[in-house]
Structure formats: structure tokens, C-alpha cells
């Protein structure tokens, strides 16, 4: 009995050896201190083309992998200034501290290496919403424009192969696209057989694309004819 109490008595000192200086870590700098950190006027930075990827890779889900806030692991780093110039080095976890984190966030544009620190920028969310609104609208805009392909009646076989191909493409990535078939001036008249093959081979592709045509045919085969197809679930 004595060896078990001497083994607790033991295991108690290195528990209030240990131990107890983890809690004590635990209190927050301003309390063990007696000071806290002052709060600084955001300096707006407006966002500009030096850290465009960046900027624009943490404005929504799409941009993953971009470091800020948080995410930046250097202790110490460089602000770019109103001026394109960079400030002295500060704390991380100081610049953080000074800004509004509902209008701003903190963008490491510059890793940095051994010899230098890395560069950050202060990002206005607004700017960059509205930046990102930008960009959709202007691939919706793409993606909606019409891609316009016009096909001889007297087109040789590999040349519709390309054009097939072509059409398969424009499809695939969701456009809309207008065939236009047509006798070109100049060009010899096409025979049955081949306004035929250009017809089918086209409804085949179309087919074969899980495309379908957005209005009926417009035209005359052998003459002009205009068709406007897009994938069916694009």
C-alpha cells in the first residue's frame, strides 16, 4: 500500500508540473498582458490587374486554393500599398486584427521565399463580386451566342468530316449553332446524291449528339437551307 501511494502522490506532481502551464497558455494575450491590440483605419486598396488571378480565386467556390485570411501561414508579410509600393513588414495576425472583415479580406499574392516576405494585398469583397458578376454574365453570353457553320451542297468528303466535327464541338460545350446549307457562287451544281449525303450525314451528327433542332428547317434541300440545333440538355 505504501508503493501505490507513492505512485500517486507521484503521478499528482507531474500532472501539476505539466499540466498546469497549458492552462495558464490558454488565457487570452489581452488578459495576461493587460493590453489589446489597437484597431487601424482599413487602408482601401483598389484591386488591380498585378493580383487579378488572385483576387478573382477567392471571390467564390470556383476559386479554391487560393491563400487568405487565415490561410496564410507566415507570421510576417508585406501590404501593397495605395501607391503600387510595399510597406514595412507586419504581423499577420496584426493586419488581420485591423481590418473589416465584412468589406475586406487579406490575399497573399506573393508567396515569398527565403530572403523575402510574402506580399498581400487588402481585397474589397464588393469589387470583387461585382467583378465576378462580370465574368458570368460574359460566358452566359458566350455560351449563348450562335456559332454559325455553312456547308456546300458539293462539299467533298473530308472537308464535311471537318465540319462534322466541327458541329460535335460547338455542341458539346453547349452552343447554339445555325447550319446554313447553300450553293455557293461559282461552284458547280450539286447532284441528287450528294445534296442526299450532306443531309443526312448533318441530321446524323446531330443525332449521334443528342442535339435536336430548335425550330423547323427552314429552306429548300439542294438550294438553301437553314437549320438551328443544340444539345438537349445544355
Given at each position: 500500500?505504501?508503493?501505490?501511494?507513492?505512485?500517486?502522490?507521484?503521478?499528482?506532481?507531474?500532472?501539476?508540473?505539466?499540466?498546469?502551464?497549458?492552462?495558464?497558455?490558454?488565457?487570452?494575450l489581452t488578459t495576461r498582458y493587460g493590453f489589446s491590440q489597437p484597431q487601424r483605419q482599413v487602408r482601401s486598396i483598389q484591386y488591380s490587374g498585378g493580383a487579378k488571378s488572385a483576387a478573382a480565386n477567392a471571390a467564390g467556390p470556383k476559386t479554391q486554393g487560393i491563400i487568405k485570411d487565415e490561410d496564410i501561414r507566415a507570421q510576417q508579410i508585406q501590404l501593397v500599398n495605395e501607391s503600387g509600393g510595399l510597406d514595412p513588414p507586419e504581423r499577420t495576425i496584426n493586419v488581420l486584427r485591423s481590418i473589416n472583415r465584412s468589406e475586406y479580406f487579406l490575399v497573399q499574392v506573393s508567396p515569398g521565399s527565403a530572403d523575402r516576405l510574402p506580399v498581400c494585398k487588402l481585397m474589397s469583397k464588393k469589387a470583387l463580386r461585382e467583378q465576378e458578376k462580370a465574368k458570368s454574365k460574359a460566358a452566359h453570353a458566350a455560351k449563348t451566342a450562335v456559332k454559325q457553320?455553312?456547308?456546300?451542297?458539293?462539299?467533298?468528303?473530308?472537308?464535311?468530316?471537318?465540319?462534322?466535327?466541327?458541329?460535335?464541338?460547338?455542341?458539346?460545350?453547349?452552343?447554339?449553332?445555325?447550319?446554313?446549307?447553300?450553293?455557293?457562287?461559282?461552284?458547280?451544281?450539286?447532284?441528287?446524291?450528294?445534296?442526299?449525303?450532306?443531309?443526312?450525314?448533318?441530321?446524323?451528327?446531330?443525332?449521334?449528339?443528342?442535339?435536336?433542332?430548335?425550330?423547323?428547317?427552314?429552306?429548300?434541300?439542294?438550294?438553301?437551307?437553314?437549320?438551328?440545333?443544340?444539345?438537349?440538355?445544355?
Amino acid at each position: 500500500m505504501k508503493h501505490i501511494r507513492g505512485l500517486v502522490s507521484t503521478a499528482q506532481a507531474l500532472r501539476h508540473t505539466f499540466l498546469r502551464p497549458l492552462e495558464i497558455s490558454r488565457i487570452p494575450l489581452t488578459t495576461r498582458y493587460g493590453f489589446s491590440q489597437p484597431q487601424r483605419q482599413v487602408r482601401s486598396i483598389q484591386y488591380s490587374g498585378g493580383a487579378k488571378s488572385a483576387a478573382a480565386n477567392a471571390a467564390g467556390p470556383k476559386t479554391q486554393g487560393i491563400i487568405k485570411d487565415e490561410d496564410i501561414r507566415a507570421q510576417q508579410i508585406q501590404l501593397v500599398n495605395e501607391s503600387g509600393g510595399l510597406d514595412p513588414p507586419e504581423r499577420t495576425i496584426n493586419v488581420l486584427r485591423s481590418i473589416n472583415r465584412s468589406e475586406y479580406f487579406l490575399v497573399q499574392v506573393s508567396p515569398g521565399s527565403a530572403d523575402r516576405l510574402p506580399v498581400c494585398k487588402l481585397m474589397s469583397k464588393k469589387a470583387l463580386r461585382e467583378q465576378e458578376k462580370a465574368k458570368s454574365k460574359a460566358a452566359h453570353a458566350a455560351k449563348t451566342a450562335v456559332k454559325q457553320l455553312e456547308l456546300n451542297w458539293a462539299i467533298d468528303a473530308h472537308d464535311l468530316s471537318h465540319r462534322m466535327k466541327q458541329l460535335v464541338s460547338f455542341l458539346e460545350k453547349g452552343r447554339k449553332v445555325e447550319i446554313i446549307l447553300t450553293r455557293k457562287k461559282g461552284k458547280r451544281p450539286p447532284v441528287a446524291e450528294e445534296v442526299k449525303k450532306v443531309m443526312d450525314t448533318v441530321l446524323d451528327t446531330v443525332r449521334d449528339a443528342d442535339a435536336a433542332q430548335m425550330k423547323p428547317m427552314e429552306g429548300e434541300p439542294g438550294k438553301h437551307v437553314l437549320m438551328v440545333v443544340k444539345k438537349k440538355d445544355a
